[in-house]
């Protein structure tokens, strides 16, 4: 099986790069965020603090989390509604990023994200893919882009979308949860020692997918 393991940063292209890779390969996409996410805003339908782990832990087993396709498009349920829509409010943002500190959290996650890797050729998108889910993973890269980058396709895709936004706003959100993610203590976002750095900061979305394309070749020969 061929498994392609992507990490960094949020906002820096992953999945709108990763999907793309997986359509153009026949390969399945595994958004690994849209799970922390659907976590993320079951704890907050439950009322529950999303920085208390013992509180998020003691949802977990009344949960049902299902990634199923639909159309070839990746859907989340919850509990056998369809919240894929629902996951990618600022507000769940927020909250994935406090679950997915929390090591039961991940724990929980772990093994499902491994049997897709194991069933299925993959590009699997996250923080930790390289480093923790799929270590033998057959190419990791790490997609980056500066901050304020990130932060203005954030605003853009938010303008585009009709939401009220601020760009301050929008930037000191994404520097937050590169915090979050970055310096807790659970799978912490860095790259592999044997991740390539892609870096898409100035790319246009066809520059990055060439080097993104540029760089797998290259690996798997
Ligand atoms: O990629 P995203 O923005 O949808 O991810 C949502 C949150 O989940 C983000 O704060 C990082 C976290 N996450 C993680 O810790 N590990 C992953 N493999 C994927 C996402």
Redesign the pocket.
Same mark, same amino acid.
């Given at each position: 099986m061929i498994s392609i393991a992507i +990490?960094g940063p %949020?906002g820096a292209g992953?999945?709108s790069l990763a999907r793309r890779l997986a359509a153009q390969r026949g390969w399945l996409y595994v +958004?690994?965020? &849209?799970?922390?996410?659907t976590i993320g805003l079951y704890a907050l339908q439950s009322g529950v603090d999303t920085r208390d782990e013992a509180a998020v832990a003691a949802l977990l087993p009344g949960l049902s989390l299902a990634l199923r396709y639909v159309d070839g498009e990746q859907r989340m349920f919850l509990n056998g509604e369809d919240v894929s829509g629902q996951i990618r409010t600022e507000r769940v943002?927020m909250a &994935? %990023?406090h679950v %997915?500190a929390h090591p039961s959290v991940?724990a929980y996650l772990l093994e499902t994200q491994r049997a897709f890797a194991r069933e299925n050729n993959v590009v699997m +998108?996250?923080? +930790?893919?390289g480093t923790v889910?799929l270590p033998g993973a057959s190419v990791k890269i790490f997609l980056t882009a500066g901050a304020e980058e990130r932060a203005k396709r954030r605003y853009d895709e938010l303008c585009a979308r009709g939401e009220a936004a601020d760009y301050d706003t929008v930037l000191a959100d994404v520097r937050r949860?590169d915090d979050?993610?970055r310096n807790r203590a659970a &799978?912490p976002?860095r790259a592999a020692g044997d991740a390539v750095t892609v870096d898409t900061t100035g790319l246009s979305f066809d520059e990055a997918f060439r080097a993104l394309c540029a760089a797998v070749d290259a690996r798997l020969g």
């Open positions: +990490d %949020s992953k999945s +958004d690994t965020g &849209a799970m922390y996410r943002s &994935a %990023s %997915s991940r +998108d996250g923080r +930790d893919i889910v949860r979050n993610d &799978a976002l």
